[in-house]
């Protein structure tokens, strides 16, 4: 796709569910856009003594479902447009998981690696001043994203709450296990994909005690994609994984957890006993069964997809298969479990928290985990049939069922 602003293409992904479903006019125009955003100026007193003056953003996307939801990602190429695109995909996440919130995403135009502690706590002070009046467990529930983390969502609560006079910790989800956090929010992205992995093979007859799988970005999502690939598809082998200084391979199979700590003792997967070096793009076309992308955007596009030989694509990334990428890949056979169905986990355990932080009583990880599996097991359930039934390619498919979702609830309040 020539153009590359993400909510552009948003826009366009919606456009095609839209025009399958036969929504109106109206219906169309009005979820093609954000329902409300805001964009803050925010002063901050640097270390240095000096103000420095940085621009936030919130949109939320769409209420018809419930409360929005969605993270604040602080990153040096923050745009509103990268906002509204994560915003809309949020209202497609929560409505594809069929909890019952909306879509909103936050961000921060900076660089968190250029400052300190106490400059990154003084501007996460500042931006929930002021987007306070915004926010709450009824009206927008925010999250970590890239670059911001449980600290970060722990100083803003407490701030909120110094606003308002009051415990609120559901007003941030994503807190540490001190303030509120729920069990099994760290590895639920992953879980949430694997589960959806395991659905698929039993769909596709997959025998994983002789099957392969292979993780290229090897952070957060994709280690423990590794490891709970492991711990709920038993004896497959894990056979390549890769970061951005590039990949290992060893045909024989590894040990999920020994990579893991390999990479976090060396910073680094280069010279793991037993394998050999790949380049990433060898990785994402190596012969597998499973192929978790777990880096970031476009890494299949029209230029490699056709070399692509995994039989699954499990985008626990964002945006890793460019649309042209979807539609190769799909004529190949390829089934691609898509990013906002298959990362769906890590909002599903979100909501999960506010549900907790709401009676004030927590679940044990056993529950947390059952919970997210039936949640997981049917909406993935539901993109297959849709895919069937519509003969289209699995991404489409989650697009028709959450969109078909969300137009219904702002139908039934008279919206449109
Ligand atoms: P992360 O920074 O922890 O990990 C990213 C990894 O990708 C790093 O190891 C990096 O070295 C590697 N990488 C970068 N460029 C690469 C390349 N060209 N080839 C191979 N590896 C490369 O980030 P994360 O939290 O794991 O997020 C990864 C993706 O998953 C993002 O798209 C993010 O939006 C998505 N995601 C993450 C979560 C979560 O809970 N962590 C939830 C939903 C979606």
Same mark, same amino acid.
């Given at each position: 796709?020539?153009?590359?602003?993400?909510?552009?293409?948003?826009?366009?992904?919606?456009?095609?569910?839209?025009?399958?479903?036969?929504?109106?006019?109206?219906?169309?125009?009005?979820?093609?856009?954000?329902?409300?955003?805001?964009?803050?100026?925010?002063?901050?007193?640097?270390?240095?003594?000096?103000?420095?003056?940085?621009?936030?953003?919130?949109?939320?996307?769409?209420?018809?479902?419930?409360?929005?939801?969605?993270?604040?990602?602080?990153?040096?190429?923050?745009?509103?447009?990268?906002?509204?695109?994560?915003?809309?995909?949020?209202?497609?996440?929560?409505?594809?998981?069929?909890?019952?919130?909306?879509?909103?995403?936050?961000?921060?135009?900076?660089?968190?690696?250029?400052?300190?502690?106490?400059?990154?706590?003084?501007?996460?002070?500042?931006?929930?001043?002021?987007?306070?009046?915004?926010?709450?467990?009824?009206?927008?529930?925010?999250?970590?994203?890239?670059?911001?983390?449980?600290?970060?969502?722990?100083?803003?609560?407490?701030?909120?709450?110094?606003?308002?006079?009051?415990?609120?910790?559901?007003?941030? %989800?994503?807190?540490?296990?001190? @303030? *509120?956090? =729920?069990?099994?929010?760290?590895?639920?992205?992953? /879980? !949430? #994909?694997?589960? &959806?992995?395991?659905?698929?093979?039993?769909?596709?007859?997959?025998?994983?005690?002789?099957?392969?799988?292979?993780?290229?970005?090897?952070?957060?999502?994709?280690?423990?994609?590794? %490891?709970?690939?492991?711990?709920? @598809? *038993?004896? =497959?082998?894990?056979?390549?994984?890769?970061?951005? /200084? !590039? #990949?290992?391979? &060893?045909?024989?199979?590894?040990?999920?957890?020994?990579?893991?700590?390999?990479?976090?003792?060396?910073?680094?997967?280069?010279?793991?006993?037993?394998?050999?070096?790949?380049?990433?793009?060898?990785?994402?076309?190596?012969?597998?069964?499973?192929?978790?992308?777990?880096?970031?955007?476009?890494?299949?596009?029209?230029?490699?997809?056709?070399?692509?030989?995994?039989?699954?694509?499990?985008?626990?990334?964002?945006?890793?298969?460019?649309?042209?990428?979807?539609?190769?890949?799909?004529?190949?056979?390829?089934?691609?479990?898509?990013?906002?169905?298959?990362?769906?986990?890590?909002?599903?355990?979100?909501?999960?928290?506010?549900?907790?932080?709401?009676?004030?009583?927590?679940?044990?990880?056993?529950?947390?985990?059952?919970?997210?599996?039936?949640?997981?097991?049917?909406?993935?359930?539901?993109?297959?049939?849709?895919?069937?039934?519509?003969?289209?390619?699995?991404?489409?498919?989650?697009?028709?069922?959450?969109?078909?979702?969300?137009?219904?609830?702002?139908?039934?309040?008279?919206?449109?």
């Amino acid at each position: 796709m020539s153009e590359l602003n993400p909510f552009k293409i948003a826009q366009a992904q919606f456009d095609e569910a839209a025009e399958r479903l036969g929504l109106d006019d109206g219906m169309r125009e009005f979820l093609r856009w954000p329902m409300r955003e805001y964009k803050v100026t925010l002063p901050v007193r640097m270390d240095d003594g000096k103000f420095k003056i940085f621009h936030g953003y919130r949109v939320q996307y769409n209420s018809s479902r419930g409360p929005t939801k969605g993270g604040l990602r602080w990153h040096p190429d923050e745009t509103i447009d990268t906002v509204r695109a994560l915003a809309a995909w949020m209202t497609w996440k929560t409505a594809v998981v069929d909890i019952p919130l909306g879509g909103g995403k936050g961000g921060i135009t900076c660089n968190p690696k250029e400052l300190s502690a106490g400059e990154q706590e003084r501007l996460a002070r500042g931006y929930m001043r002021a987007v306070a009046r915004l926010l709450g467990v009824t009206k927008d529930v925010p999250a970590p994203d890239v670059y911001t983390n449980p600290q970060i969502m722990a100083w803003m609560m407490d701030e909120y709450e110094t606003i308002v006079m009051e415990s609120h910790p559901g007003v941030i %989800t994503g807190k540490p296990l001190t @303030l *509120g956090g =729920s069990q099994g929010r760290g590895d639920a992205t992953a /879980r !949430g #994909g694997v589960i &959806c992995v395991r659905e698929a093979g039993k769909i596709l007859n997959i025998d994983w005690d002789n099957a392969t799988y292979a993780v290229q970005g090897f952070g957060n999502a994709g280690q423990f994609g590794a %490891t709970i690939h492991k711990e709920l @598809l *038993g004896n =497959s082998k894990f056979v390549a994984a890769s970061d951005s /200084r !590039g #990949g290992i391979y &060893c045909a024989a199979g590894m040990d999920p957890h020994e990579v893991v700590k390999y990479k976090l003792e060396k910073g680094t997967l280069q010279g793991y006993p037993g394998t050999e070096p790949i380049s990433n793009a060898e990785l994402l076309e190596l012969e597998v069964d499973v192929l978790y992308p777990s880096a970031l955007e476009n890494a299949i596009t029209d230029e490699n997809a056709a070399r692509v030989k995994a039989k699954m694509l499990c985008e626990l990334a964002n945006g890793p298969t460019t649309p042209e990428a979807d539609e190769i890949l799909y004529d190949k056979g390829v089934v691609i479990l898509p990013d906002f169905m298959a990362n769906a986990g890590g909002v599903t355990v979100s909501y999960f928290e506010q549900v907790q932080n709401s009676y004030n009583y927590y679940w044990p990880l056993k529950l947390v985990r059952e919970r997210l599996d039936e949640k997981m097991t049917d909406a993935f359930h539901a993109v297959w049939k849709m895919a069937e039934s519509e003969k289209v390619h699995m991404r489409l498919a989650a697009y028709l069922v959450s969109v078909q979702r969300v137009a219904q609830a702002s139908r039934d309040r008279g919206w449109v």
